[in-house]
């Protein structure tokens, strides 16, 4: 007991270097550093393919309303996911 409080008063946490490199490159400004974290994703591919599955699953009767759902455009929602759950609960 006495070694760990020995320990905790000696102990000292290491210094943090939190600063940009000098050579850093600001192009989207100093208050921005990191603007392109909020890129947009190309997955047309995959979100079509998976939309037809999603239809698939609902059956004939119910794949219309379910194509419609699943098609609108990304900022009417939060994601396909998203949809995927809003969907289920109208049809179910």
Known sequence: MALSGAWLLLYSEPSQNRSFPDDYNWKFGVDRPFAPSMAHLEISNWKENFQQQVAEV???????????????????????????????????
Do not use: C, K, W, Y
Not at 74 to 80: A, D, K, V, Y
């Open 58 to 92: 609902f059956g004939g009767q119910h794949r219309d309303v379910v194509r419609a759902a699943l098609s609108r455009r990304p900022e009417e929602s939060r994601g396909i996911f998203e949809q995927v759950r809003n969907l289920t609960r109208v049809i179910m």
